[in-house]
């Protein structure tokens, strides 16, 4: 690595960081459900021709930190240098998402002799959910000294398959009198044998604008690229502002002209998306055919 650093770059580059980055200490403080996980990937590139180049990318995530599989996805894109500066893509991914057993209360009956609530609630067992995901995108950039910044626009439209799944029913009795109103509910155990039977999840479809903006350092004689980033997802089909964000923050390694190796950390923020927010460890590895 050159010890002669460009000062100005340095403090370009720092205060990028400081700028895409400074939402994660009020993430953090914020947020009482995190998770952590890994995220692993392997990505094949072949170039067709001077500007057009083909992608297949294969992903595992885990929750609970490696214990648990969270999502299997595959997919692949077509990119095309429009410009210098101006990248376009159009890609496929099929996912695989774990979903975990869930309860989900159906009506308030009444309170029990302590005051404590009491409702009718369902219980969904675990499944996987299957997705198809499409997307365009482009992709500008541009360079500040050996810092270069791009920014991705992706519009993406994804359509998940409907479920038949396994659920429990638990219903409590409204009343112990139906003839007196102030008569307290009549509490079932929990260990009684619930009423079961299967319900079709129907299909769901959705459209998001994914904009991510990146910032590489490009240090002179050295094959190590630190880079961060910041990513906002939104939601077009149901207004809620944004539907989440993703930070990054890691290096890639440069094997050799072919071969690539990325580390990163990444949090995500779901602000309005039902998964919960979590902490990943991230690593990639990248070859040209």
């Known amino acids: 690595m050159n010890s002669r650093l460009n000062n100005k770059g340095l403090v370009a580059y720092i205060a990028a960081l400081l700028f895409m980055l400074s939402p994660i200490c009020k993430a953090n403080a914020e947020s009482n459900n995190d998770d952590f996980g890994v995220w692993t990937s392997l ?11 083909f992608e297949l990318e294969g992903e595992l995530r885990t929750i609970n930190g490696v214990s648990d599989t969270d999502r299997r996805s595959i997919g692949f894109s077509m990119n095309y240098d429009l410009l210098s500066w101006l990248k376009a893509d159009i890609g496929y991914i099929y996912i695989a998402s774990f979903n ?10 009444g309170d029990d002799e302590d005051g404590s609530p009491i409702h009718n609630y369902n219980i969904d067992h675990a499944y996987w959910e299957q997705r198809d995901r499409f997307n365009v995108s482009l992709t500008a950039s541009w360079k500040i000294g050996r810092i270069k910044f791009s920014l991705r626009e992706r519009l993406q439209y994804q359509y998940t398959h409907s479920e038949l799944i396994y659920e429990d029913k638990y219903r409590f009795k409204d009343m112990s009198d ?13 260990e009684d044998s619930p009423n079961g039977g299967s319900e079709l999840k129907n299909a769901k479809r959705s459209t998001t604008i994914r904009s991510r903006l990146t910032a590489e350092w490009d240090i002179k004689k050295c094959k190590i690229t630190p880079f961060a980033s910041v990513e906002l997802f939104t939601r077009t089909d149901e207004w809620k502002g944004h539907d ?11 094997i050799d002209k072919d071969n690539e190796l990325s580390l990163y950390y990444m949090y995500q923020d779901n602000h309005a ?12 590895y990248s070859f040209d055919l």
């Open 273 to 284: 998306s039902s998964s919960p927010a979590g902490h990943a460890v991230c690593v990639g």
């Open 244 to 254: 989440k964000l993703r930070y990054r923050l890691g290096a890639e390694y440069k």
């Open 43 to 53: 990505n094949i590139s072949k170039k067709l021709t001077d500007k057009l180049k």
């Open 100 to 109: 975990e057993q869930e309860k989900k209360i159906k009506e308030y009956i």
């Open 178 to 190: 139906p003839n007196d109103p102030f008569a307290a509910p009549i509490i079932e155990s929990e």
